[in-house]
């Protein structure tokens, strides 16, 4: 099962490739091959882009107020905290609001304590949509799956293969995000701070 739901369309990944199959068969094999693009570049930008799908923040309290979320949150649904003897809490997620379109959530009362492990887990807004330019770059790399697999090509991963006049040794280079996907997909990536 995929991890996460892909944006695109079976139908569309299929104008794209200007293929008409009505088999079964097929359009799972294209399914298949729509999540594992969907997996790479949502992994590789560390983000999702699914609709009111659930997500979890952990992390040590620093004594302040706030808290900056991992994705944009919609609605904060549970917050625990768990001490350093393992105890764990049930905290009031009504003390936590949501500020900056859902990217910071701030405590009414009191501080994140240091000493102490939140999870936050909300869910990401009902109007979440993915970008064009990303579902283009999943549609996109789905053909360049589709090439490469035994269906297409049948090169999956290799991009070099290098032969000495003996035959007796090869390189294979596997599979990358090219730097025009990269550049395309620099505006959305989320960095580590």
Not at 53 to 68: C, L, P, S
Not at 117 to 138: D, F, G, N, Q, S
Request: one cysteine or more.
């Amino acid at each position: 099962m995929a991890t996460y739901p892909t944006p695109v369309s079976v139908a569309d990944f299929q104008k794209y490739i200007n293929d008409a199959a009505t088999d079964p068969a097929t359009t799972l094999f294209y399914q298949s091959l729509l999540d594992s693009a969907t997996e790479r570049i949502y992994t590789y930008l560390d983000l999702d882009f699914t609709a009111s799908a659930v997500k979890t923040d952990i992390f040590w309290g620093r004594n302040q107020k706030t808290h900056m979320l991992h994705q944009a949150a919609g609605a904060v649904t549970l917050w625990t905290t768990t001490d350093e003897h393992g105890v764990a809490t049930v905290m009031d997620p009504s003390k936590l609001h949501l500020f900056e379109n859902g990217n910071f959530i701030v405590l009414s009362d009191g501080r994140f304590d240091p000493c102490t492990e939140h999870r936050i887990t909300y869910t990401l807004p009902a109007t979440l949509t993915c970008p064009e330019t990303i579902r283009l770059v999943i549609t996109e790399i789905a053909a360049i799956i589709l090439r490469e697999s035994k269906q297409g090509g049948d090169t999956l991963g290799k991009q070099l293969e290098l032969f000495r006049e003996t035959g007796s040794l090869s390189r294979e280079v596997f599979f990358e995000l090219g730097e025009r996907h990269r550049s395309i997909l620099s505006p959305y990536k989320r960095y580590a701070v």
